[in-house]
């Protein structure tokens, strides 16, 4: 089954207005989260790394102020979309990693797409 | 250079054919590798991890790792069409701390009938 939710799965906003999209582990705890987006067709891009109990390390070129960034408890993390305009329309996904075998095997989320009109 | 190259594809496949999905890589300290399938408008789901040189294989999937050619792969038996989707190959510099994937493009694979 799933290890990683996400919700919504899909939202609709106007410009202008602030999105929050929710990212869970289950049963496992995760000190560390990670944030991407995804236009059609093209690849997977980190945005930020998030870090429960410090700051978000965000990837070179994303709008720390735009993109917030909270990992408020072992098992979630948030990411609020600030003033969104039509091109943050975009699916998010978020991953955790989980220790597995002799290594941390990261599952990701079923995504958030988002658009805003 | 990307860090992570793959063939971006179609590759096509007949069903019932052994698909071969190649991956290298440019960060010799890597020590995780995994590869995730993605589905069109869907998030990548992990299908295979891999660490040590050789072959490991899990059903009718095939990793194989290289580390002195830094080079991997996934092979797929019996492909089937619901094989069809976007393979991702990434890699990871840190097996004991949860450390960022580096992606690759990824490869679309096409199974006809």
């Known amino acids: 089954g799933a290890v990683v939710s996400q919700h919504p799965s899909r939202v609709i906003c106007k410009s202008g207005t602030s999105v929050k999209i929710e990212c869970r582990s289950l049963?496992?705890?995760?000190?560390?989260m990670f944030w991407y987006r995804q236009f059609p067709k093209k690849s997977l891009m980190l945005m930020a790394t998030?870090?429960?109990?410090?700051?978000?390390?965000?990837e070179q070129g994303v709008e720390k102020d735009k993109f917030l960034i909270n990992h408020a408890s072992l098992t979630l993390s948030t990411l609020t979309v600030t003033s969104a305009h039509p091109e943050d329309s975009s699916f998010y996904i978020c991953?955790?990693?989980?220790?597995?075998?002799?290594?941390?095997?990261?599952?990701f989320g079923p995504g958030t797409r988002l658009t805003v009109t | 250079q990307k860090e992570v190259e793959q063939n971006s594809g179609p590759l096509s496949v007949p069903e019932g054919a052994i698909a071969s999905l190649n991956c290298t890589y440019s960060?010799?300290?890597?020590?995780?590798f995994f590869w995730y399938r993605q589905y069109s408008g869907k998030s990548p789901e992990l299908i295979m991890s891999?660490?040590?040189?050789g072959d490991k294989e899990d059903g009718r999937f095939t990793a194989q790792l290289n580390k002195a050619s830094q080079y991997v792969s996934l092979l797929i038996r019996d492909s089937q069409p619901s094989d069809s989707a976007t393979y991702l190959c990434?890699?990871?510099?840190?097996?004991?701390?949860?450390?960022?994937?580096?992606f690759g493009t990824g490869t679309r694979l096409q199974v006809t009938l």
């Open positions: 049963d496992f705890q995760a000190t560390t």
């Open positions: 990434a890699v990871n510099a840190n097996t004991g701390t949860a450390s960022k994937l580096t």
């Open positions: 998030s870090n429960e109990g410090s700051k978000a390390t965000y």
């Open positions: 960060d010799r300290v890597s020590q995780s």
């Open positions: 991953s955790a990693p989980r220790l597995r075998d002799r290594g941390n095997e990261q599952y």
């Open positions: 891999i660490y040590s040189n």
